[in-house]
Protein backbone atom coordinates (compact mmCIF):
# COMPACT_ATOMS: atom_id res chain seq x y z
CA UNK A 1 0.00 0.00 0.00
CA UNK A 2 1.43 3.29 -0.89
CA UNK A 3 2.55 6.13 1.28
CA UNK A 4 -0.72 8.71 1.12
CA UNK A 5 1.04 12.37 0.75
CA UNK A 6 -1.04 15.38 2.47
CA UNK A 7 -0.87 18.75 1.00
CA UNK A 8 -0.28 21.31 3.62
CA UNK A 9 0.57 25.52 4.04
CA UNK A 10 4.19 26.14 4.68
CA UNK A 11 6.44 28.49 5.28
CA UNK A 12 8.71 29.05 1.92
CA UNK A 13 12.56 27.86 3.33
CA UNK A 14 15.32 30.28 1.55
CA UNK A 15 16.75 27.72 -0.53
CA UNK A 16 12.95 27.01 -2.12
CA UNK A 17 12.05 31.04 -2.84
CA UNK A 18 13.50 30.82 -6.57
CA UNK A 19 10.88 28.20 -7.99
CA UNK A 20 8.09 29.93 -4.79
CA UNK A 21 8.78 33.09 -6.38
CA UNK A 22 8.16 31.78 -10.09
CA UNK A 23 4.67 29.90 -8.95
CA UNK A 24 3.84 33.58 -7.49
CA UNK A 25 5.04 35.46 -10.83
CA UNK A 26 2.88 32.37 -13.16
CA UNK A 27 5.92 30.56 -14.20
CA UNK A 28 7.40 27.67 -13.63
CA UNK A 29 10.90 26.50 -12.34
CA UNK A 30 14.18 28.60 -12.32
CA UNK A 31 13.76 31.91 -14.20
CA UNK A 32 15.38 34.87 -14.61
CA UNK A 33 11.74 36.61 -13.77
CA UNK A 34 12.37 35.17 -10.22
CA UNK A 35 15.92 35.92 -9.53
CA UNK A 36 14.98 39.75 -11.01
CA UNK A 37 12.18 39.77 -8.68
CA UNK A 38 14.29 38.32 -5.47
CA UNK A 39 17.31 41.18 -6.24
CA UNK A 40 14.87 43.62 -6.47
CA UNK A 41 12.28 42.70 -3.68
CA UNK A 42 14.30 44.35 -0.41
CA UNK A 43 14.17 47.47 -2.17
CA UNK A 44 10.62 47.36 -2.84
CA UNK A 45 9.82 46.91 0.79
CA UNK A 46 9.46 43.28 0.28
CA UNK A 47 10.23 40.56 2.42
CA UNK A 48 10.42 37.42 0.59
CA UNK A 49 10.15 35.69 4.42
CA UNK A 50 7.42 36.05 4.48
CA UNK A 51 5.70 33.93 1.67
CA UNK A 52 3.79 30.92 2.18
CA UNK A 53 3.18 28.10 -0.08
CA UNK A 54 0.83 24.63 -0.32
CA UNK A 55 2.15 21.34 -0.98
CA UNK A 56 4.41 19.51 0.22
CA UNK A 57 6.95 20.93 2.95
CA UNK A 58 10.39 19.73 3.26
CA UNK A 59 11.19 18.06 5.92
CA UNK A 60 13.11 19.73 8.35
CA UNK A 61 16.71 19.50 9.05
CA UNK A 62 17.16 17.67 5.85
CA UNK A 63 18.87 19.67 3.28
CA UNK A 64 18.30 16.65 0.70
CA UNK A 65 14.51 16.96 1.05
CA UNK A 66 12.72 18.37 -1.33
CA UNK A 67 9.40 20.55 -1.48
CA UNK A 68 6.56 20.50 -3.77
CA UNK A 69 4.70 24.17 -4.48
CA UNK A 70 1.37 23.82 -5.89
CA UNK A 71 0.43 27.46 -5.11
CA UNK A 72 2.40 30.92 -2.92
CA UNK A 73 1.49 33.77 -1.10
CA UNK A 74 2.98 36.93 -0.07
CA UNK A 75 2.33 39.53 2.67
CA UNK A 76 3.76 42.63 2.35
CA UNK A 77 3.19 44.88 5.45
CA UNK A 78 2.96 48.45 4.87
CA UNK A 79 2.22 51.53 6.98
CA UNK A 80 -0.29 51.91 9.49
CA UNK A 81 -0.04 47.86 10.23
CA UNK A 82 -1.82 46.95 7.19
CA UNK A 83 -0.66 44.17 4.77
CA UNK A 84 -1.19 43.21 1.04
CA UNK A 85 -1.85 40.02 0.16
CA UNK A 86 -0.61 38.04 -3.66
CA UNK A 87 -1.08 34.89 -4.69
CA UNK A 88 -0.19 33.18 -7.64
CA UNK A 89 -3.11 32.72 -10.29
CA UNK A 90 -4.29 29.20 -11.18
CA UNK A 91 -2.74 27.52 -14.28
CA UNK A 92 -5.99 26.52 -15.44
CA UNK A 93 -9.08 28.02 -15.79
CA UNK A 94 -11.83 27.10 -13.73
CA UNK A 95 -10.18 24.33 -11.73
CA UNK A 96 -11.54 24.10 -8.10
CA UNK A 97 -8.81 22.40 -6.90
CA UNK A 98 -6.58 24.95 -7.59
CA UNK A 99 -8.43 27.34 -6.50
CA UNK A 100 -8.74 25.16 -2.89
CA UNK A 101 -4.52 25.44 -2.98
CA UNK A 102 -4.57 29.57 -3.26
CA UNK A 103 -6.67 29.65 -0.53
CA UNK A 104 -4.72 27.22 1.23
CA UNK A 105 -1.66 29.26 0.63
CA UNK A 106 -3.41 32.72 1.45
CA UNK A 107 -4.37 31.48 4.79
CA UNK A 108 -0.87 29.87 5.46
CA UNK A 109 0.39 32.80 5.22
CA UNK A 110 -2.31 34.71 7.69
CA UNK A 111 -1.96 32.57 9.68
CA UNK A 112 1.94 32.39 9.68
CA UNK A 113 2.30 36.35 9.98
CA UNK A 114 0.04 36.17 12.79
CA UNK A 115 2.10 33.94 14.92
CA UNK A 116 5.50 35.67 13.58
CA UNK A 117 4.19 39.41 14.05
CA UNK A 118 1.25 39.45 17.11
CA UNK A 119 -0.05 42.13 15.17
CA UNK A 120 3.10 44.72 15.93
CA UNK A 121 3.66 45.09 11.76
CA UNK A 122 -0.02 43.94 10.44
CA UNK A 123 -3.09 44.08 11.86
CA UNK A 124 -5.03 43.85 9.25
CA UNK A 125 -4.87 41.83 5.83
CA UNK A 126 -6.09 42.87 2.32
CA UNK A 127 -6.42 42.21 -1.33
CA UNK A 128 -7.73 44.30 -3.86
CA UNK A 129 -9.17 41.57 -6.52
CA UNK A 130 -9.66 43.19 -10.35
CA UNK A 131 -12.06 42.36 -12.41
CA UNK A 132 -11.80 38.70 -14.38
CA UNK A 133 -10.56 37.81 -11.05
CA UNK A 134 -13.29 35.60 -9.85
CA UNK A 135 -10.69 32.84 -9.42
CA UNK A 136 -8.84 35.22 -6.41
CA UNK A 137 -12.27 36.44 -5.33
CA UNK A 138 -13.46 32.12 -4.85
CA UNK A 139 -9.99 31.71 -3.16
CA UNK A 140 -9.63 34.30 -0.63
CA UNK A 141 -13.71 33.73 -0.04
CA UNK A 142 -12.21 30.42 1.59
CA UNK A 143 -9.09 31.86 3.13
CA UNK A 144 -11.49 33.90 5.35
CA UNK A 145 -11.87 37.16 3.56
CA UNK A 146 -14.63 39.27 3.73
CA UNK A 147 -15.67 42.12 1.01
CA UNK A 148 -15.93 45.77 2.17
CA UNK A 149 -16.95 47.30 -0.83
CA UNK A 150 -16.20 47.44 -4.35
CA UNK A 151 -13.55 50.74 -5.16
CA UNK A 152 -14.08 52.92 -8.25
CA UNK A 153 -11.05 55.02 -9.23
CA UNK A 154 -11.43 58.31 -10.54
CA UNK A 155 -9.59 60.84 -12.15
CA UNK A 156 -9.88 64.26 -13.24
CA UNK A 157 -6.72 67.03 -14.64
CA UNK A 158 -5.13 69.26 -12.65
CA UNK A 159 -6.48 72.13 -13.73
CA UNK A 160 -8.82 73.33 -11.07
CA UNK A 161 -9.41 77.16 -11.27
CA UNK A 162 -6.87 79.39 -9.05
CA UNK A 163 -9.61 81.09 -7.77
CA UNK A 164 -11.96 79.68 -5.84
CA UNK A 165 -14.68 81.93 -3.71
CA UNK A 166 -13.44 82.25 -0.12
CA UNK A 167 -16.67 82.97 1.24
CA UNK A 168 -16.79 80.49 3.83
CA UNK A 169 -20.05 79.69 6.32
CA UNK A 170 -19.45 82.29 9.00
CA UNK A 171 -17.38 80.67 11.88
CA UNK A 172 -15.87 78.52 9.44
CA UNK A 173 -12.26 78.51 8.43
CA UNK A 174 -10.23 76.65 6.01
CA UNK A 175 -6.17 76.16 6.81
CA UNK A 176 -3.62 74.23 6.13
CA UNK A 177 -2.31 71.25 8.81
CA UNK A 178 0.84 72.80 9.78
CA UNK A 179 -1.44 76.23 11.50
CA UNK A 180 -2.40 73.33 13.88
CA UNK A 181 0.98 73.53 15.83
CA UNK A 182 3.44 70.47 16.23
CA UNK A 183 2.93 67.10 15.16
CA UNK A 184 1.68 65.68 17.70
CA UNK A 185 -1.20 68.48 17.64
CA UNK A 186 -2.07 67.77 14.22
CA UNK A 187 -2.39 63.92 14.91
CA UNK A 188 -5.10 64.74 18.43
CA UNK A 189 -7.05 67.08 15.72
CA UNK A 190 -7.03 64.63 12.81
CA UNK A 191 -7.58 61.38 14.82
CA UNK A 192 -10.95 63.63 16.41
CA UNK A 193 -11.80 64.47 13.22
CA UNK A 194 -11.26 61.18 11.43
CA UNK A 195 -13.42 59.19 14.05
CA UNK A 196 -15.92 61.43 14.07
CA UNK A 197 -16.40 61.27 10.25
CA UNK A 198 -16.57 57.26 10.07
CA UNK A 199 -20.27 57.85 12.21
CA UNK A 200 -22.58 56.82 9.54
CA UNK A 201 -20.32 56.58 7.06
CA UNK A 202 -21.27 55.03 3.40
CA UNK A 203 -17.26 54.40 2.29
CA UNK A 204 -16.58 50.57 2.87
CA UNK A 205 -18.48 50.89 6.62
CA UNK A 206 -17.72 47.18 7.30
CA UNK A 207 -13.64 48.64 8.21
CA UNK A 208 -15.66 50.60 10.72
CA UNK A 209 -13.14 49.52 14.18
CA UNK A 210 -11.00 47.15 12.77
CA UNK A 211 -8.44 49.33 12.58
CA UNK A 212 -6.86 51.71 15.03
CA UNK A 213 -7.43 55.60 13.85
CA UNK A 214 -3.97 56.06 14.43
CA UNK A 215 -2.94 53.48 11.98
CA UNK A 216 -5.13 55.01 9.46
CA UNK A 217 -3.68 58.16 9.88
CA UNK A 218 -0.39 56.60 9.41
CA UNK A 219 -1.33 54.82 6.17
CA UNK A 220 -2.43 58.18 4.81
CA UNK A 221 0.51 59.99 5.18
CA UNK A 222 2.45 56.57 3.38
CA UNK A 223 0.36 57.55 0.50
CA UNK A 224 3.05 58.69 -2.15
CA UNK A 225 4.95 61.79 -1.21
CA UNK A 226 3.46 63.27 1.83
CA UNK A 227 3.44 67.19 2.27
CA UNK A 228 1.85 68.90 5.03
CA UNK A 229 0.94 71.61 2.75
CA UNK A 230 -1.49 69.98 0.56
CA UNK A 231 -3.35 68.74 3.56
CA UNK A 232 -6.27 71.23 4.27
CA UNK A 233 -9.06 71.12 7.39
CA UNK A 234 -12.07 73.06 8.27
CA UNK A 235 -12.75 74.11 11.85
CA UNK A 236 -15.41 75.71 13.90
CA UNK A 237 -14.95 76.57 17.33
CA UNK A 238 -11.89 75.82 17.60
CA UNK A 239 -12.51 72.07 16.77
CA UNK A 240 -11.54 70.82 13.13
CA UNK A 241 -14.96 69.18 11.37
CA UNK A 242 -13.12 68.06 8.06
CA UNK A 243 -10.30 67.45 5.86
CA UNK A 244 -9.00 66.91 2.54
CA UNK A 245 -5.74 65.13 2.56
CA UNK A 246 -3.70 65.56 -1.15
CA UNK A 247 -0.22 63.61 -1.43
CA UNK A 248 1.66 63.82 -4.76
CA UNK A 249 3.23 60.59 -6.82
CA UNK A 250 6.16 62.11 -8.15
CA UNK A 251 6.95 59.02 -10.27
CA UNK A 252 3.13 58.97 -11.98
CA UNK A 253 3.27 62.37 -12.47
CA UNK A 254 -0.13 62.61 -9.83
CA UNK A 255 -1.57 63.55 -7.06
CA UNK A 256 -3.83 61.51 -4.73
CA UNK A 257 -6.95 62.83 -2.63
CA UNK A 258 -6.04 59.78 -0.41
CA UNK A 259 -9.44 61.24 2.03
CA UNK A 260 -12.13 63.93 2.08
CA UNK A 261 -14.25 63.55 5.21
CA UNK A 262 -16.67 65.87 7.34
CA UNK A 263 -17.96 65.08 10.80
CA UNK A 264 -21.50 64.63 11.23
CA UNK A 265 -21.99 68.62 12.14
CA UNK A 266 -20.52 69.83 9.16
CA UNK A 267 -22.60 67.76 6.49
CA UNK A 268 -25.45 69.10 4.35
CA UNK A 269 -24.21 72.31 4.23
CA UNK A 270 -21.77 72.23 0.99
CA UNK A 271 -18.63 72.25 3.03
CA UNK A 272 -17.23 68.84 1.28
CA UNK A 273 -17.66 70.09 -2.37
CA UNK A 274 -16.18 73.73 -1.14
CA UNK A 275 -13.55 71.97 0.94
CA UNK A 276 -12.57 69.75 -2.12
CA UNK A 277 -12.21 72.56 -4.57
CA UNK A 278 -10.03 74.75 -1.94
CA UNK A 279 -7.51 72.00 -1.93
CA UNK A 280 -7.68 71.38 -5.63
CA UNK A 281 -6.86 75.08 -6.32
CA UNK A 282 -3.47 74.92 -4.28
CA UNK A 283 -2.35 71.77 -6.12
CA UNK A 284 1.40 72.10 -7.92
CA UNK A 285 1.19 71.46 -11.20
CA UNK A 286 4.13 71.72 -13.17
CA UNK A 287 5.38 67.92 -12.53
CA UNK A 288 1.67 66.98 -12.21
CA UNK A 289 -0.98 66.53 -14.66
CA UNK A 290 -3.48 64.31 -13.00
CA UNK A 291 -5.81 64.00 -9.45
CA UNK A 292 -6.74 60.88 -8.93
CA UNK A 293 -9.35 59.13 -5.48
CA UNK A 294 -11.29 56.60 -4.90
CA UNK A 295 -14.58 55.60 -3.77
CA UNK A 296 -17.31 53.04 -3.26
CA UNK A 297 -19.55 52.51 -5.27
CA UNK A 298 -22.39 52.51 -2.77
CA UNK A 299 -21.47 55.82 -1.82
CA UNK A 300 -23.90 57.95 -3.72
CA UNK A 301 -23.39 61.31 -2.08
CA UNK A 302 -19.84 61.00 -2.13
CA UNK A 303 -20.11 59.70 -5.95
CA UNK A 304 -22.37 62.52 -7.03
CA UNK A 305 -20.01 65.49 -5.27
CA UNK A 306 -16.76 63.90 -7.64
CA UNK A 307 -18.95 64.17 -10.57
CA UNK A 308 -19.63 68.01 -9.51
CA UNK A 309 -15.89 67.86 -9.53
CA UNK A 310 -14.98 66.54 -13.03
CA UNK A 311 -13.94 63.22 -11.42
CA UNK A 312 -14.29 60.02 -13.85
CA UNK A 313 -14.29 56.45 -13.62
CA UNK A 314 -11.38 54.61 -15.02
CA UNK A 315 -11.11 51.50 -13.03
CA UNK A 316 -12.95 49.20 -10.42
CA UNK A 317 -11.21 46.91 -7.78
CA UNK A 318 -13.37 45.03 -4.81
CA UNK A 319 -11.47 45.09 -1.66
CA UNK A 320 -11.08 42.19 0.54
CA UNK A 321 -9.79 41.67 4.16
CA UNK A 322 -9.37 39.45 6.68
CA UNK A 323 -7.96 40.00 10.68
CA UNK A 324 -4.47 37.74 11.20
Given at each position: ?????HS????????????A??????????????????????????????????????????????????????????A??V?????????????????????????????????????????L????????????????????????G???????????P????G???????????????????????????????????L?????????????????H?????????L??????????????????????????L???????????????????R???A?L????F??V????????????????R????????????I???
Open positions: MGTVITGFKVPPEFRVAVSRLLGLSGDTPEARRFIADAPGQGVDLAWMWAWGMAPEADDVRSTARIDQVALIVPGGRGMVFAGGPRYAGDEGETAQIAGAIDAACVGVRAEDSGSRVAVQALVESGQDWYRSALVRAGFVSVRLLYLRRANNARDVPDWPQGVEVRPIASLGDRAAQDRALVDCLDRSYQGTDCPELCGLRDTPDILASRACGKHDPSWWVASEGGRVIGCALFNPYPEQGSIEVYLGLAPEARGRGLGVRLAHGLSPRRATRACAVDERNAPARRLYDLGFTRFDAREAYRKP
